[in-house]
């Protein structure tokens, strides 16, 4: 079936071409689109607006893996599909997530404030007990990842399937007992209501004393609060966030202060990074639907994922 896309708020070069290859009419919010293509993440355009003005679109692609900012839209409007950008960034993100780990192990955000030589200080990440908190393909790379180490890790996802590559899976009514002992918590979920501050005060207290925290999934699944009290205790040795409750993270925010507190704004992913990786998905998921097949990473806003 020939889509004819409108692409909110516009598409590159690359974009256009690949979409016009596979048979599809790229046209504008005025022309009775059947398909729509949001290509930027959390640009500011009315989403909702263009939906009830057109109810023959049936297909939304979303740009971000995490589909919060667009759920309450979602829910406007069933009956429809919506495709998220989920396992698209996965590598890069994972990639990331590693590096947060390894730089709370190593105590890089020490070093680098350092201003003398200082005492020797750090951890190695090989042969350590990790606990990795999703089941997407940020969480399956980060699994990967940390499998390279020889490490020992547990996958706490929704449900019991078990997530490739890692050495035990089960679900989230056994987090705490998991937790108990361990020395990584990677954290790669969505942000929904089971989720939602899942890692407090108590999880943080089961770790092993020394232990770090990593996350690259949603700053909403932590309690702030608790981290840096955890972090200004000595009771964690570290943590390396891409993500923070709020977000972005205030100036003057105790955390910034933390010398064993490593912080990236949310660029696990950066735009050069996820363009190509986005297109990619795009045109995949145009096949498929323009082929009668299944498309990749139908997105629910009843589960937040």
């Known amino acids: ?36 293509v949001v290509t930027k993440m959390f640009a500011g355009f009315d989403l909702d607006g263009l939906l009830r003005e057109n109810p023959q679109i049936s297909w939304i692609q979303l740009p971000s893996a995490g589909i919060e900012e667009y759920s309450q839209v979602m829910a406007e409007h069933p ?35 350092a201003s003398s030589w200082g005492a020797e200080a750090g951890f190695s990440l090989n042969g350590l007990r990790c606990v990795v908190v999703g089941a997407g393909g940020v969480a399956a790379e980060m699994v990967r990842l940390y499998q390279a180490f020889d490490t020992h890790v547990t996958v706490v996802r929704r449900t019991e399937a078990p997530l490739a590559g890692a050495d035990e899976t ?13 020395d990584v918590l990677g954290l790669a979920a969505a942000v929904t209501p089971v989720t939602e501050r899942m890692i407090g005060r108590r999880q943080l207290e089961l770790l092993a004393e020394g232990a770090v925290v990593a996350n690259v999934g949603r700053g909403r699944l932590v309690d702030t609060e608790a981290l840096v009290e955890a972090l200004e205790s000595g009771r964690l040795l570290g943590a390396g966030l891409d993500v923070t409750d709020p977000e ?58």
């Open 1 to 36: 079936m020939t889509q004819r896309i409108h692409l909110m708020p516009g598409g590159d070069e690359e974009l256009i071409a690949g979409l016009q290859e596979q048979g599809a009419e790229i046209v504008g919010a005025d022309e009775r689109p059947t398909g729509v």
């Open 79 to 113: 009956g429809r599909l919506w495709t998220s950008a989920k396992g698209a960034y996965a590598k890069p993100v994972g990639e990331h997530g590693l590096l947060l780990t390894l730089a709370a192990l190593r105590m890089i955000t020490l070093r680098a404030r």
């Open 170 to 182: 089960v679900t989230f009514d056994r987090l705490d007992e998991v937790l108990d002992g361990a």
């Open 248 to 305: 972005p993270l205030p100036e003057g925010h105790p955390l910034w202060s933390l010398d064993n507190c490593l912080i990236t704004p949310h660029t696990a992913d950066t735009m050069e990074m996820v363009v190509p990786l986005l297109r990619s998905r795009i045109l995949e998921n145009h096949r498929r639907l323009r082929d009668g097949e299944p498309p990749i990473g139908v997105a629910d806003p009843i589960n937040g994922y």
